[in-house]
Nanobody, 123 residues
Framework: QVQLVESGGGLVQAGDSLRLSCATS????????MGWFRQAPGKEREFVAA????????DYVDSVKGRFTISSDNVKNVVYLQMNSLKPEDTAVYYC????????????????WGQGTQVAVSA
Protein backbone atom coordinates (compact mmCIF):
# COMPACT_ATOMS: atom_id res chain seq x y z
CA GLN A 1 0.00 0.00 0.00
CA VAL A 2 1.40 3.38 -1.03
CA GLN A 3 1.50 5.87 1.82
CA LEU A 4 2.70 9.48 1.83
CA VAL A 5 2.98 11.40 5.10
CA GLU A 6 3.87 15.09 5.20
CA SER A 7 5.42 16.89 8.15
CA GLY A 8 7.26 20.10 8.96
CA GLY A 9 4.53 22.69 8.57
CA GLY A 10 3.94 25.43 11.09
CA LEU A 11 3.35 29.10 11.76
CA VAL A 12 6.17 31.44 10.77
CA GLN A 13 6.78 35.07 9.94
CA ALA A 14 7.43 36.50 6.51
CA GLY A 15 11.05 35.92 5.52
CA ASP A 16 11.42 32.77 7.59
CA SER A 17 12.15 29.27 6.32
CA LEU A 18 10.55 25.86 6.67
CA ARG A 19 11.54 22.42 5.47
CA LEU A 20 8.69 20.09 4.63
CA SER A 21 9.22 16.35 4.54
CA CYS A 22 7.26 13.64 2.78
CA ALA A 23 7.93 10.16 4.08
CA THR A 24 6.95 7.51 1.57
CA SER A 25 6.28 3.81 1.76
CA UNK A 26 5.14 1.25 -0.77
CA UNK A 27 7.01 2.85 -3.67
CA UNK A 28 10.48 3.59 -4.96
CA UNK A 29 11.66 6.65 -6.86
CA UNK A 30 13.15 4.90 -9.89
CA UNK A 31 10.15 5.42 -12.17
CA UNK A 32 8.07 7.97 -10.25
CA UNK A 33 7.57 11.68 -10.22
CA MET A 34 7.21 13.23 -6.77
CA GLY A 35 5.45 16.54 -6.43
CA TRP A 36 4.46 19.18 -3.93
CA PHE A 37 1.13 20.99 -4.22
CA ARG A 38 -0.60 23.56 -2.07
CA GLN A 39 -4.12 24.79 -1.50
CA ALA A 40 -4.76 28.20 0.02
CA PRO A 41 -8.07 29.17 1.61
CA GLY A 42 -10.66 29.84 -1.07
CA LYS A 43 -8.36 28.76 -3.90
CA GLU A 44 -7.84 25.66 -5.99
CA ARG A 45 -4.97 23.28 -5.44
CA GLU A 46 -1.81 24.55 -7.13
CA PHE A 47 1.31 22.81 -8.39
CA VAL A 48 4.45 23.92 -6.54
CA ALA A 49 7.39 21.67 -7.43
CA ALA A 50 8.24 18.20 -8.69
CA UNK A 51 11.22 15.93 -9.16
CA UNK A 52 12.04 12.83 -11.17
CA UNK A 53 15.13 10.62 -11.12
CA UNK A 54 14.76 8.71 -14.38
CA UNK A 55 15.88 11.08 -15.80
CA UNK A 56 16.80 13.54 -13.04
CA UNK A 57 14.70 16.67 -13.58
CA UNK A 58 13.13 19.29 -11.32
CA ASP A 59 10.35 21.77 -12.04
CA TYR A 60 8.93 24.72 -10.11
CA VAL A 61 6.01 27.05 -10.47
CA ASP A 62 7.25 30.56 -11.26
CA SER A 63 6.09 32.04 -7.96
CA VAL A 64 8.51 29.89 -5.92
CA LYS A 65 11.55 29.77 -8.21
CA GLY A 66 14.65 30.90 -6.36
CA ARG A 67 12.97 30.44 -2.98
CA PHE A 68 11.92 26.76 -2.82
CA THR A 69 14.03 23.68 -3.48
CA ILE A 70 12.75 20.15 -3.92
CA SER A 71 15.10 17.28 -3.13
CA SER A 72 15.04 13.67 -2.03
CA ASP A 73 16.87 11.16 0.08
CA ASN A 74 16.71 7.99 -1.98
CA VAL A 75 17.95 5.84 0.89
CA LYS A 76 15.26 6.96 3.33
CA ASN A 77 12.63 7.42 0.58
CA VAL A 78 11.87 10.94 1.77
CA VAL A 79 11.12 13.96 -0.41
CA TYR A 80 11.79 17.46 0.91
CA LEU A 81 10.61 20.94 0.10
CA GLN A 82 12.96 23.60 1.47
CA MET A 83 11.04 26.87 1.59
CA ASN A 84 13.01 30.08 2.09
CA SER A 85 11.96 33.73 2.13
CA LEU A 86 8.39 32.76 2.89
CA LYS A 87 5.64 35.19 2.03
CA PRO A 88 2.08 35.49 3.36
CA GLU A 89 0.83 34.30 -0.02
CA ASP A 90 2.62 30.99 0.62
CA THR A 91 0.07 30.24 3.34
CA ALA A 92 -1.66 26.99 2.40
CA VAL A 93 -2.00 23.33 3.14
CA TYR A 94 0.91 21.61 1.40
CA TYR A 95 0.50 18.13 -0.04
CA CYS A 96 3.02 15.69 -1.41
CA UNK A 97 2.03 13.46 -4.28
CA UNK A 98 3.41 10.71 -6.49
CA UNK A 99 2.69 9.32 -9.93
CA UNK A 100 4.26 6.97 -12.42
CA UNK A 101 6.49 8.90 -14.81
CA UNK A 102 9.74 8.46 -16.71
CA UNK A 103 10.54 11.71 -18.54
CA UNK A 104 9.98 15.11 -17.02
CA UNK A 105 7.98 15.79 -13.85
CA UNK A 106 4.33 16.49 -14.65
CA UNK A 107 2.26 19.27 -13.12
CA UNK A 108 -0.93 17.23 -13.03
CA UNK A 109 -2.19 13.68 -13.06
CA UNK A 110 -0.80 12.57 -9.69
CA UNK A 111 -2.48 9.49 -8.27
CA UNK A 112 -1.06 9.11 -4.74
CA TRP A 113 -1.55 11.86 -2.16
CA GLY A 114 -0.68 12.62 1.43
CA GLN A 115 -2.98 14.24 3.96
CA GLY A 116 -1.23 17.61 3.93
CA THR A 117 0.62 19.83 6.37
CA GLN A 118 -0.38 23.39 7.21
CA VAL A 119 1.94 26.31 6.50
CA ALA A 120 0.91 29.74 7.77
CA VAL A 121 3.03 32.83 7.11
CA SER A 122 2.22 36.04 8.93
CA ALA A 123 3.09 39.48 7.62
Amino acid sequence: QVQLVESGGGLVQAGDSLRLSCATSGLTFSNYAMGWFRQAPGKEREFVAAITWTPAITDYVDSVKGRFTISSDNVKNVVYLQMNSLKPEDTAVYYCAATHHSYGPPRSGYIYWGQGTQVAVSA
